[in-house]
């Protein structure tokens, strides 16, 4: 029978106690919570009270300032606005003294509460009939175009000594309702620890004779059941373990063969190169069909003559090692792939060996690096291609330097030259005051001569560069230059730069500079030239600001392709800094000057 056994016994016992302990404590539990809600709501209407009564007390004071103002008006308010006020404040301040006596005497009949606040409502009664009689006389006296002052007078000082009275009597009731409210306050406390601690009793008694006994009988159930349990776990547990490992090495086995047949190209052949097993992927590619078996691989994958017998030579080795090695060779379908195959020997416990062939698909890496091959040609015959531009470029230009350089010569130096002589040769020894005026003339041509050397030599490298560096070159280069031009050429070392580069570095940064500064000159017909250096730890910046007629740099050509075109000059600037690694910056603006940059990364 089900009603005879054990878990059945076991569960309606337990249920009976389980229903005995809640009951008692649901119980004890209601009946707090409704001595606390008594207490609560006794608590809402003791707070209702004295809501009210701070209210009235915050109107009187209302009303006996709007009453003082009959006496003292405001300007900015009329008459009929004072009395509007008052009325209002009057008429609110009664209804709210009504409504608290009305409630007082309700909330009274329904509680047993002290009969203390029902005095102090009876002995501030005179004063507010006081207070309410003196206003609306107050007010009837103010409404008249007439006004007795001193009987207005008289009704406020009424008010004004009432009022103090009133707002004593509201303070003592408001107190005696605090103290009312503390006191059931601290019986409700009392209630609720009275209450604690019979819950806490009837807690002590449920688990020293119920729970403790009962937990004790089940805990020597328990142990019996365990004891037998324990045993058939054990047996259980060791056969589940061997039959989820078998089954976990037969699921890694079926997916590790699922993964390499579905993913891999691969297959086991014999050292003949006839396959064993293909793998699906493999036999795809290959589209052996179904009777691959017994199939030479070699012949299979339609290689060259040198490939098959490469291949083959691979498989027959057997040393043991893994061989490597990329093949192409074209499918049935005419697509041309390469595979990187990798092939190693698998010895079996019966003392022979198979081949294990595994292949990649690398068309797509030989493709790119095709592909790359390409690109990198390509950019090598572009460079070439610039190189050679910019060679032709360059030996233009020198032989354009070479040609002004000559120029210079012959038009300034040679001419002064001939002149000279021509002069010398002239000259009258019997003449003595045109003798004189001569020989002052060839002073001047000589003087003439030697700065138009001077400048010829002063174009080409300055030994300061090659002596003391960039900076000491660049400052020797400006008071020069200002001296032959009658410009006003300045230099400035910002930060006192004084390193040494070499000497290639300092000779191309010392002719764009140049370049820069001559440009300055002869095409912006600049009067003031600053040449500023500057440098940090990483970097060197030379700056040549000009107050000429700038330029617009968009109209200037990239790389002109002859001098008629115009901008040879800055193109060589820009190709002389890219040449030491260094750049560049060019910053103009029609009719406001021009500033050149240059900047060279110190290592």
Request: with cysteine; glycine share 4%; proline share 2%.
């Amino acid at each position: 029978m089900k009603r005879d056994s054990l878990d059945y016994q076991t569960f309606s016992r337990l249920s009976k106690i389980y229903i005995v302990a809640l009951g008692a404590i649901a119980l004890f539990t209601i009946g707090g919570q409704f001595l606390i809600q008594r207490f609560l709501s006794s608590q809402i209407d003791d707070s209702r009270i004295i809501n009210i009564s701070g209210r009235q007390r915050m109107l009187s004071q209302k009303l006996t300032k709007e009453i003082l103002l009959f006496s003292h008006p405001e300007k900015n308010k009329t008459k009929e606005e004072l009395i509007a006020n008052v009325q209002s404040t009057l008429e609110l301040w009664k209804q709210s003294h009504n409504a608290l006596i009305q409630f007082n005497q309700t909330v009274q009949k329904r509680k047993n509460d002290s009969t203390d606040i029902e005095k102090m409502f009876t002995d501030l009664q005179p004063h507010f009939e006081l207070i309410f009689s003196s206003s609306t006389k107050a007010i009837q006296i103010f409404k008249k175009d007439t006004i007795d002052n001193s009987l207005l007078n008289a009704h406020i000082n009424t008010i004004i000594n009432n009022e103090p009275l009133f707002l004593e009597q509201m303070d003592a009731i408001v107190f005696q309702y605090e103290k009312e409210a503390q006191q059931k306050v601290s019986d409700l406390k009392r209630v609720e620890y009275v209450l604690f601690g019979v819950i806490l009793l009837i807690l002590v008694f449920e688990f020293f004779l119920l729970f403790r006994p009962v937990a004790l009988s089940i805990k020597k159930t328990i142990s019996k059941l365990l004891v037998s349990q324990q045993k058939s776990e054990e047996m259980a547990r060791r056969a589940e373990e061997l039959r989820k490992v078998q089954e976990e090495n037969v699921q890694e086995l079926i997916s590790l063969t699922r993964a390499v047949d579905q993913t891999l190209l691969y297959a086991r052949v014999d050292a003949s190169a006839n396959i064993k097993s293909l793998g699906q992927r493999f036999a795809k590619l290959l589209q052996a069909g179904e009777e691959y078996e017994q199939k030479n691989l070699v012949e299979l994958m339609s290689l060259t003559e040198v490939q098959k017998n490469r291949l083959l030579r691979l498989i027959a080795q057997n040393n043991g090692g893994v061989f490597n090695e990329e093949f192409e060779f074209e499918t049935k379908t005419g697509e041309n792939i390469w595979l990187d195959i990798s092939i190693l020997t698998v010895f079996k416990e019966s003392g022979n060996s198979e081949k294990l062939v595994l292949c990649s698909d690398i068309s797509k890496r030989k493709e790119a690096q095709i592909e790359v091959e390409r690109l990198n040609a390509s950019r090598y015959r572009e460079k070439e291609e610039l190189q050679k531009s910019n060679a032709s470029q360059i030996v233009e230009a020198q032989e354009e330097e070479r040609k002004r350089i000559a120029k210079e010569i012959h038009d300034s130096i040679g001419q002064m030259l001939t002149a000279l002589k021509f002069n010398i040769e002239s000259i009258n020894l019997e003449n003595i005051e045109k003798t004189k005026q001569k020989i002052e003339g060839l002073k001047q041509l000589s003087k003439d001569l030697i700065q138009g050397t001077r400048i010829a030599t002063f174009n080409l490298t300055p030994p300061e560069l090659k002596d003391y560096g960039i900076s000491i070159a660049l400052q020797k280069m400006a008071k020069e230059l200002s001296k032959l031009t009658s410009k006003k050429i300045v230099f400035e070392n910002g930060s006192n730069f004084d390193l040494r580069f070499d000497t290639l570095v300092e000779t191309n940064l010392y002719r764009v500079t140049q370049e820069a500064v001559n440009n300055a000159i002869k095409y912006a017909e600049s009067e003031h030239i600053m040449i500023r250096i500057n440098h940090t730890s990483s970097l060197l910046s030379i700056s040549i600001d000009d107050n000429g007629k700038g330029f617009d740099i968009e109209k200037v050509p990239s790389k002109p392709s002859n001098n008629a075109e115009g901008g040879m000059g800055l193109f060589f600037m820009k190709e002389r800094m890219n040449y030491i690694d260094g750049r560049i910056f060019l910053n103009s603006i029609p009719g406001q000057g021009t500033r050149v940059t240059l900047n060279y990364p110190i290592s």
